[in-house]
């Protein structure tokens, strides 16, 4: 079953804030989070393993509740180049298959 | 650097036509899969493959089959297409588990294919 993300899509000024959620109605051994440019494939941003770490690429920030089952993204003083389609991913097993949510567009205004 | 390539970025096509998607990767990945992407849905797992000429049905398979002769090449085949299946259709490979850290997915730019 696929994850469920929050808010489907979110339009920025620059140097604002934004929070993209991530939950799933089953067991989490892991969180992927990806960034599809326009055009582009997608590209991996981090991984979250099952204990709450939060884990952080550039001004890209994530954490990871295993008990709500729920991760969220945070993205602090958006950039242009931040714009996109953002992707969660999860896994049940170290071994499982990645199950990609619905995606969330992100787009960044000057 | 690392590479996935996809043969056909744009595919046009007729109902009950039959359908090849290519996929090669340079990183000598185990594992290799097929993804399709629709707009409010994701990405969805198709099939995929851990290695040569093992193949493992994803959450959507009906209507699709997989070939893996060689370890680099994954195709996609649409045995006869039908308008549904017009989608964007997109590659990636990982390293096997003995190797992957974070199980990070290298993805090609995609295959838009169109069904008419």
């Known amino acids: 079953q696929q994850p469920v993300q929050s808010p489907q899509a979110v339009i920025l000024r620059e140097g604002e804030d934004a929070v993209i959620n991530c939950s799933s109605s089953?067991?989490?051994?892991?969180v992927h989070w990806y960034r599809q440019k326009h055009g582009e494939a997608p590209v991996f941003l981090m991984i979250?393993?099952?204990?709450?770490e939060q884990k952080g690429h550039e001004k890209i920030s994530a954490s990871f509740n295993e008990k709500k089952q729920q991760s969220s993204l945070y993205l602090t003083a958006s950039q242009l180049s931040y714009s996109g389609t953002y992707f969660c991913?999860?896994?049940?097993?170290?071994?499982?298959?990645?199950?990609f949510g619905q995606g969330t567009i992100l787009t960044v205004h000057p | 650097d690392v590479k996935v390539t996809q043969s056909s970025r744009y595919l046009v096509k007729r109902t009950g036509e039959k359908v090849f998607l290519e996929c090669v990767q340079d990183?000598?990945?185990?594992?290799m899969f097929w993804y399709r992407q629709d707009p409010g849905l994701g990405l969805r797992l198709i099939y995929f493959?851990?290695?040569?000429?093992?193949?493992e049905k994803g959450d959507i398979p009906e209507g699709y089959s997989v070939s893996r002769e060689k370890k680099e090449r994954f195709s996609l085949i649409l045995e006869s297409a039908s308008t549904n299946q017009t989608s964007m259709y997109l590659c990636?490979?990982?390293?096997?588990?003995?190797?992957?850290?974070?199980?990070?997915?290298?993805f090609g730019e995609g295959s838009r294919l169109t069904v008419l």
């Open positions: 979250l393993l099952k204990g709450g």
């Open positions: 990183m000598d990945h185990e594992n």
């Open positions: 089953k067991a989490l051994y892991s």
């Open positions: 991913g999860t896994r049940g097993t170290s071994y499982g298959k990645l199950t």
């Open positions: 493959s851990y290695d040569v000429k093992m193949k």
């Open positions: 990636a490979s990982r390293r096997g588990l003995a190797g992957d850290v974070t199980g990070e997915l290298f």
